[in-house]
Protein backbone atom coordinates (compact mmCIF):
# COMPACT_ATOMS: atom_id res chain seq x y z
CA UNK A 1 0.00 0.00 0.00
CA UNK A 2 1.07 2.95 -0.90
CA UNK A 3 2.30 5.96 1.93
CA UNK A 4 -0.06 8.72 0.31
CA UNK A 5 -3.01 10.03 2.57
CA UNK A 6 -3.33 11.94 5.89
CA UNK A 7 -0.94 9.72 8.10
CA UNK A 8 -0.33 7.02 6.15
CA UNK A 9 1.40 5.50 9.58
CA UNK A 10 -2.12 4.09 10.42
CA UNK A 11 -2.57 1.82 7.50
CA UNK A 12 1.25 -0.33 8.33
CA UNK A 13 0.79 -3.71 9.68
CA UNK A 14 3.68 -2.66 12.83
CA UNK A 15 1.08 0.13 13.67
CA UNK A 16 -2.27 -1.52 13.88
CA UNK A 17 -0.37 -4.51 15.95
CA UNK A 18 0.71 -2.32 18.63
CA UNK A 19 -2.66 -1.83 19.56
CA UNK A 20 -3.55 -3.26 23.32
CA UNK A 21 -7.07 -3.61 23.41
CA UNK A 22 -8.21 -7.17 23.11
CA UNK A 23 -12.03 -7.45 24.14
CA UNK A 24 -13.50 -10.32 25.64
CA UNK A 25 -15.39 -12.54 23.97
CA UNK A 26 -18.93 -10.89 25.37
CA UNK A 27 -18.44 -7.43 23.45
CA UNK A 28 -20.37 -7.55 19.67
CA UNK A 29 -20.81 -4.26 19.17
CA UNK A 30 -18.70 -1.21 19.88
CA UNK A 31 -20.49 2.79 19.22
CA UNK A 32 -18.54 5.75 19.21
CA UNK A 33 -20.47 9.32 19.85
CA UNK A 34 -18.65 11.74 19.31
CA UNK A 35 -18.30 15.68 18.04
CA UNK A 36 -15.95 17.58 15.19
CA UNK A 37 -15.84 20.23 17.21
CA UNK A 38 -15.38 21.24 20.55
CA UNK A 39 -12.49 21.01 23.08
CA UNK A 40 -14.44 18.55 25.59
CA UNK A 41 -14.66 16.22 22.44
CA UNK A 42 -10.75 16.50 21.66
CA UNK A 43 -9.52 13.17 23.14
CA UNK A 44 -12.74 11.05 21.64
CA UNK A 45 -11.64 12.77 18.14
CA UNK A 46 -8.18 11.63 18.67
CA UNK A 47 -9.01 8.33 20.03
CA UNK A 48 -11.74 7.89 16.85
CA UNK A 49 -8.62 9.07 14.84
CA UNK A 50 -5.65 6.59 16.03
CA UNK A 51 -6.87 4.39 18.29
CA UNK A 52 -9.98 2.70 16.82
CA UNK A 53 -8.11 1.29 13.82
CA UNK A 54 -5.93 -0.35 16.32
CA UNK A 55 -9.14 -1.85 17.76
CA UNK A 56 -10.69 -3.29 14.47
CA UNK A 57 -7.17 -4.75 13.83
CA UNK A 58 -6.94 -6.61 16.83
CA UNK A 59 -10.39 -7.36 17.45
CA UNK A 60 -11.57 -8.56 13.74
CA UNK A 61 -15.46 -9.85 15.24
CA UNK A 62 -16.67 -6.81 16.72
CA UNK A 63 -18.74 -4.31 15.02
CA UNK A 64 -17.94 -0.86 15.20
CA UNK A 65 -20.36 2.08 14.55
CA UNK A 66 -19.43 6.15 14.44
CA UNK A 67 -22.37 8.40 15.36
CA UNK A 68 -20.89 12.06 14.46
CA UNK A 69 -22.19 15.29 15.93
CA UNK A 70 -25.38 13.42 17.21
CA UNK A 71 -25.12 14.16 21.08
CA UNK A 72 -23.55 17.17 23.08
CA UNK A 73 -21.01 14.93 25.29
CA UNK A 74 -18.87 12.58 23.35
CA UNK A 75 -19.53 8.37 24.84
CA UNK A 76 -18.85 4.77 24.28
CA UNK A 77 -21.55 2.06 24.00
CA UNK A 78 -20.67 -1.35 24.33
CA UNK A 79 -23.35 -4.34 23.43
CA UNK A 80 -22.59 -7.62 24.99
CA UNK A 81 -23.70 -11.06 24.31
CA UNK A 82 -26.13 -11.31 27.07
CA UNK A 83 -28.24 -7.92 25.97
CA UNK A 84 -26.34 -5.69 28.43
CA UNK A 85 -24.91 -2.55 27.42
CA UNK A 86 -22.16 -0.89 28.88
CA UNK A 87 -22.15 3.01 29.00
CA UNK A 88 -18.47 5.25 29.02
CA UNK A 89 -18.06 8.52 29.28
CA UNK A 90 -15.48 10.61 27.53
CA UNK A 91 -16.19 13.68 27.89
CA UNK A 92 -12.69 15.81 28.31
CA UNK A 93 -10.66 12.09 28.82
CA UNK A 94 -7.46 12.07 26.29
CA UNK A 95 -7.39 9.47 24.03
CA UNK A 96 -4.53 7.05 26.02
CA UNK A 97 -6.82 7.28 29.36
CA UNK A 98 -9.88 6.11 27.14
CA UNK A 99 -7.75 3.32 25.87
CA UNK A 100 -6.79 2.64 29.23
CA UNK A 101 -9.99 2.78 30.67
CA UNK A 102 -11.80 0.18 28.34
CA UNK A 103 -8.93 -2.08 28.54
CA UNK A 104 -9.27 -2.02 32.64
CA UNK A 105 -13.09 -2.82 32.35
CA UNK A 106 -13.95 -4.96 29.01
CA UNK A 107 -10.12 -5.83 27.98
CA UNK A 108 -8.97 -9.67 28.04
CA UNK A 109 -6.17 -9.68 31.17
CA UNK A 110 -2.74 -10.33 30.58
CA UNK A 111 -2.74 -14.14 31.73
CA UNK A 112 -5.65 -14.65 29.31
CA UNK A 113 -3.56 -12.94 26.58
CA UNK A 114 -0.53 -15.33 26.98
CA UNK A 115 -2.79 -18.65 27.39
CA UNK A 116 -4.78 -17.85 24.10
CA UNK A 117 -0.74 -17.20 22.46
CA UNK A 118 0.45 -20.52 23.73
CA UNK A 119 -2.00 -22.56 22.69
CA UNK A 120 -1.90 -21.06 19.24
CA UNK A 121 2.04 -21.46 18.91
CA UNK A 122 1.02 -24.90 20.16
CA UNK A 123 -1.65 -26.11 17.34
CA UNK A 124 0.80 -24.37 14.62
CA UNK A 125 3.71 -26.57 15.24
CA UNK A 126 5.33 -27.44 12.12
CA UNK A 127 5.56 -30.39 13.35
CA UNK A 128 1.81 -31.49 13.79
CA UNK A 129 -0.01 -33.17 10.81
CA UNK A 130 -3.77 -32.95 11.04
CA UNK A 131 -6.55 -31.09 9.08
CA UNK A 132 -5.81 -27.42 7.78
CA UNK A 133 -8.39 -25.83 10.37
CA UNK A 134 -5.86 -26.84 13.04
CA UNK A 135 -2.57 -27.86 11.42
CA UNK A 136 0.14 -26.33 9.33
CA UNK A 137 0.16 -29.23 6.89
CA UNK A 138 -2.44 -32.28 6.18
CA UNK A 139 -0.13 -34.60 5.40
CA UNK A 140 3.37 -35.84 6.49
CA UNK A 141 4.46 -36.35 2.68
CA UNK A 142 3.89 -32.62 2.32
CA UNK A 143 6.95 -31.45 4.87
CA UNK A 144 10.54 -30.88 2.26
CA UNK A 145 12.41 -33.63 3.52
CA UNK A 146 9.87 -36.69 2.02
CA UNK A 147 8.91 -37.68 -1.20
CA UNK A 148 6.25 -35.53 -2.99
CA UNK A 149 3.06 -35.98 -3.62
CA UNK A 150 1.86 -36.40 -6.97
CA UNK A 151 -1.83 -35.01 -6.24
CA UNK A 152 0.04 -31.81 -5.42
CA UNK A 153 2.83 -31.37 -7.70
CA UNK A 154 2.47 -34.00 -10.04
CA UNK A 155 5.70 -36.49 -10.87
CA UNK A 156 9.17 -35.00 -12.53
CA UNK A 157 9.45 -36.32 -15.75
CA UNK A 158 12.51 -38.76 -15.33
CA UNK A 159 10.93 -40.50 -13.07
CA UNK A 160 7.32 -41.67 -13.88
CA UNK A 161 7.09 -45.15 -12.90
CA UNK A 162 6.05 -45.89 -16.90
CA UNK A 163 9.22 -44.74 -18.48
CA UNK A 164 11.15 -46.20 -15.39
CA UNK A 165 9.64 -49.54 -16.94
CA UNK A 166 10.14 -48.60 -20.35
CA UNK A 167 14.02 -48.02 -19.38
CA UNK A 168 14.54 -50.69 -17.44
CA UNK A 169 12.67 -52.93 -20.63
CA UNK A 170 15.19 -51.51 -22.79
CA UNK A 171 18.10 -53.16 -21.59
Known sequence: MPMKGRFPIRRTLQYLGQGDVVFKDS??????????????????????????PQIQYKNPWVQITMFKNMTPSPFLRFYLDSG???LVDVESKSNKEIVEHIRKILG??????????????????????????????ECMLVAMAFRWLTGFSGVPFGLSPQLVRQKASWK
Open 84 to 86: EQV
Open 27 to 52: VKVMTVNYNTHGELGEGARKFVFFNI
Open 108 to 137: KNEETLEKEEQEKKQLSHPAHFGPRKYCLR
